[in-house]
C-alpha cells in the first residue's frame, strides 16, 4: 500500500529557532499534501494544503508566516516552523490524498524549550 | 467550512461492555473514515464508509452511516483495554482537492 513518510519522528528545539518538517510519499506522487497539528487529548486540526507548484493555502487563524509550507517536488513537502515558541510544542502529521484514500505520516513530535 | 462533532468527548468503560461513539456532520457526508490514534502516535484507519446505510466491520468494531441524519457511529462490542486510544472520524469534500477534516475525538479508557 501507499505509504507516507515524515522525518524527523521527533525533534528538540530551543526558542527563537526554527524547524523544518518533511513530509514524503514514497511510493505515489502527490500534487497536494496536507498538514495537521494535534495538542495532547485533543483531535487534529487541519493547518494548511500544500501545493506542489504554488503557494500553500492555510486554514483560518493559521499565521502562513509562522509555518512556511513548500511543496518542493511532487513526493515532497516541508513545513518550517520559524521563531518557535513553547506554545508550538505539538504533534503534526502529514497527509496526502491517492486517489479518494488518505494516507498519513506517522507524525513528529515538536519540543520547544 | 464543514465541522465533525463526535460525542461523547470521552469515555471511560469497564472491560467487557459496549460503547458507542458518534460522528455528526454539519454538512452532506460524502464519505466518512473512522481511525483510532494515540497521542504522539500515527493514526490507525479502521473502516470507510461511503454509502447511507453502509455497515462495516473489523473485529469487534462496528461502523455505520445514516447519510440522511449526517452521521456515522461506532460501535465496539465487549470492550477490551486494547481498545482504549482517541477515536477520531473524518470527511472529506466530494470534489477538489480532497480537504480532509476530522471530528472533534473521542478519548476512551478501558478499565481491566
Known amino acids: 500500500g501507499a505509504v507516507v513518510s515524515q522525518h524527523p519522528s521527533w525533534v528538540i528545539c530551543k526558542s527563537g529557532t526554527s524547524v523544518k518538517i518533511e513530509c514524503r510519499s514514497l511510493?505515489?506522487?502527490?500534487?497536494?499534501m496536507f498538514w495537521y497539528r494535534q495538542f495532547p487529548k485533543q483531535s487534529l486540526m487541519l493547518m494548511a494544503t500544500?501545493?506542489?507548484?504554488?503557494?500553500?493555502?492555510?486554514e483560518q487563524g493559521v499565521e502562513k508566516d509562522k509555518f512556511l509550507i513548500n511543496h518542493a517536488s511532487l513526493t515532497l513537502s516541508t513545513l518550517t516552523v520559524t521563531s518557535a515558541h513553547p506554545e508550538d510544542s505539538s504533534f503534526y502529521i502529514c497527509?496526502?490524498?491517492?486517489?479518494?484514500?488518505?494516507?498519513f505520516g506517522p507524525g513528529t513530535r515538536l519540543t520547544v524549550t | 467550512s464543514q465541522e465533525l462533532e463526535q460525542s461523547p468527548q470521552s469515555l471511560i468503560v469497564q472491560e467487557g461492555k459496549n460503547l458507542t461513539i458518534n460522528c455528526t456532520s454539519s454538512?452532506?457526508?460524502?464519505?466518512l473514515y473512522w481511525y483510532k490514534q494515540k497521542y504522539g502516535e500515527g493514526l490507525i484507519f479502521l473502516m470507510m464508509?461511503?454509502?447511507?446505510?453502509e455497515e462495516k466491520s473489523h473485529e469487534k468494531i462496528t461502523a455505520k452511516l445514516d447519510e440522511k441524519k449526517q452521521q456515522s457511529s461506532l460501535h465496539i462490542t465487549a470492550s477490551q483495554p486494547s481498545h482504549a486510544g482517541i477515536y477520531l472520524c473524518?470527511?472529506?469534500?466530494?470534489?477538489?482537492?480532497?480537504?480532509?477534516?476530522f471530528g472533534t475525538g473521542t478519548r476512551l479508557k478501558v478499565l481491566a
Open positions: 497527509s496526502a490524498p491517492r486517489g479518494r484514500e488518505q494516507y
Open positions: 454538512k452532506t457526508l460524502y464519505g
Open positions: 473524518g470527511a472529506d469534500k466530494p470534489s477538489g482537492t480532497y480537504k480532509y477534516i
Open positions: 511510493d505515489f506522487q502527490a500534487t497536494t
Open positions: 464508509l461511503q454509502k447511507g446505510g
Open positions: 500544500s501545493n506542489e507548484g504554488s503557494k500553500a493555502t492555510y
